[in-house]
């Protein structure tokens, strides 16, 4: 019997539709987490607690049937806590290489900001180069590997925000923001007697996140949205408020975060409306406002869309005044 052949698109449509029997009302955060996973990115999600950071990472995890760990940051972590440590083994009178929460294949960096930037920085190789380095010995991360941060915006005692290079690392920044009320009585509801996390289960293999990753790359931009996507990514570096700028990772993580946008949405070729979409969770917090803006009450968000009403959008017809 010839195995039939799925298509990407109802692959990635899967892992959504099951992420959502946990994540009640949340289409938006779920779709933009399913794409920083096809887009081999990593993401951040900031917001309140309670809302459901940690869920969101256990259902996408279940959904691709992917290995899981979760490491809780707190300032008394160390860098070997996360990555893993060498030690000699006397049975065998040699050493050996005892491996971290971080060889997985999908990682939990609960409340990242709580960790020294020493710690901090023991993931950028992973995030990076997908791979770590210990003892002078490199090791490949698994296939495929995907990093879910928390950060609580709200609280700051005790903290250590994030720096310019580590943000630069996450794909995208999504908030998940409260339920309305009708959505919160669904909540209730169907976790009276047991949580949806405890019976979901996977609705695709680690082997086809990897070949859903590889059909984003075949999805096709044109010219003219890759110029589009340069001029936003400019904009924000010459914008009055701007005091730094996205850089060209920014362009890059933009450019991937719309071709999976696309497959996501059944398209095999990008359009302005899917770099619009993704303009402020893949760039907001890659740019910084100057101290004079921040005092005004203006935040990275509402800067980005600023930025957006200065590009013009390729194909769009000229106000006319």
């Given at each position: 019997?010839?195995?039939?052949?799925?298509?990407?698109?109802?692959?990635?449509?899967?892992?959504?539709?099951?992420?959502?029997?946990?994540?009640?009302?949340?289409?938006?955060?779920?779709?933009?987490?399913?794409?920083?996973?096809?887009?081999?990115?990593?993401?951040?999600?900031?917001?309140?607690?309670?809302?459901?950071?940690?869920?969101?990472?256990?259902?996408?995890?279940?959904s691709?049937?992917?290995?899981?760990?979760?490491?809780q940051?707190?300032?008394?972590?160390l860098?070997?806590?996360?990555?893993?440590?060498?030690?000699?083994?006397?049975k065998?009178?040699?050493?050996?290489?005892?491996?971290?929460?971080?060889?997985?294949?999908?990682?939990?960096?609960?409340?990242?900001?709580?960790a020294?930037?020493?710690?901090?920085?023991?993931?950028?190789?992973?995030?990076?180069?997908?791979?770590?380095?210990?003892?002078?010995?490199?090791?490949?991360?698994?296939?495929?590997?995907?990093?879910?941060?928390?950060?609580?915006?709200?609280?700051?005692?005790?903290t250590f925000?994030?720096?310019?290079a580590?943000?630069?690392?996450?794909?995208?920044?999504?908030?998940?923001?409260?339920?309305?009320?009708?959505?919160?009585?669904?909540?209730?509801?169907?976790?009276?007697?047991?949580?949806?996390?405890?019976?979901?289960?996977?609705?695709?293999?680690?082997?086809?996140v990897?070949?859903?990753?590889?059909?984003?790359?075949?999805?096709?931009?044109?010219?003219?949205?890759?110029?589009?996507?340069?001029a936003?990514?400019?904009?924000?570096?010459?914008?009055?408020?701007a005091?730094?700028?996205?850089?060209?990772?920014?362009?890059?993580?933009?450019?991937?975060?719309?071709?999976?946008?696309?497959?996501?949405?059944?398209?095999?070729f990008?359009?302005?409306?899917?770099?619009?979409?993704?303009?402020?969770?893949?760039?907001?917090?890659?740019?910084?406002?100057?101290?004079?803006?921040?005092?005004?009450?203006?935040?990275?968000?509402?800067?980005?869309?600023?930025?957006?009403e200065?590009?013009?959008?390729?194909?769009?017809?000229?106000?006319?005044?």
């Amino acid at each position: 019997m010839t195995k039939t052949t799925v298509p990407p698109q109802e692959l990635a449509a899967r892992i959504v539709r099951n992420v959502e029997k946990v994540m009640v009302g949340k289409t938006e955060a779920v779709n933009l987490a399913v794409i920083a996973l096809i887009s081999q990115g990593h993401l951040l999600i900031e917001d309140a607690p309670g809302v459901g950071k940690t869920m969101l990472a256990r259902s996408l995890a279940r959904s691709i049937n992917g290995s899981f760990k979760r490491i809780q940051f707190t300032p008394d972590i160390l860098p070997g806590d996360i990555t893993g440590v060498t030690v000699y083994n006397q049975k065998t009178a040699d050493f050996e290489f005892r491996p971290g929460p971080i060889m997985t294949q999908v990682l939990l960096a609960d409340e990242i900001n709580r960790a020294t930037p020493k710690v901090q920085s023991a993931l950028l190789e992973a995030m990076g180069e997908r791979q770590i380095t210990v003892d002078g010995v490199t090791r490949a991360m698994p296939a495929p590997f995907h990093v879910l941060a928390t950060q609580n915006p709200l609280e700051y005692e005790g903290t250590f925000p994030l720096p310019e290079a580590q943000l630069d690392r996450f794909l995208l920044r999504i908030h998940i923001g409260y339920p309305t009320p009708e959505e919160e009585m669904a909540i209730i509801e169907r976790q009276r007697y047991v949580h949806p996390i405890e019976e979901l289960d996977h609705v695709v293999d680690a082997a086809d996140v990897l070949k859903l990753q590889e059909a984003v790359r075949q999805v096709y931009v044109d010219d003219l949205v890759k110029q589009y996507i340069v001029a936003l990514v400019a904009a924000t570096r010459h914008h009055p408020s701007a005091f730094l700028g996205a850089s060209p990772r920014g362009s890059l993580a933009l450019f991937r975060a719309a071709q999976a946008r696309a497959l996501l949405e059944g398209r095999d070729f990008v359009l302005p409306d899917d770099v619009k979409a993704l303009a402020a969770p893949a760039l907001a917090h890659r740019c910084l406002i100057s101290a004079h803006d921040q005092s005004s009450a203006q935040d990275s968000r509402a800067f980005i869309a600023e930025v957006l009403e200065t590009v013009p959008v390729p194909g769009a017809l000229p106000d006319r005044k």
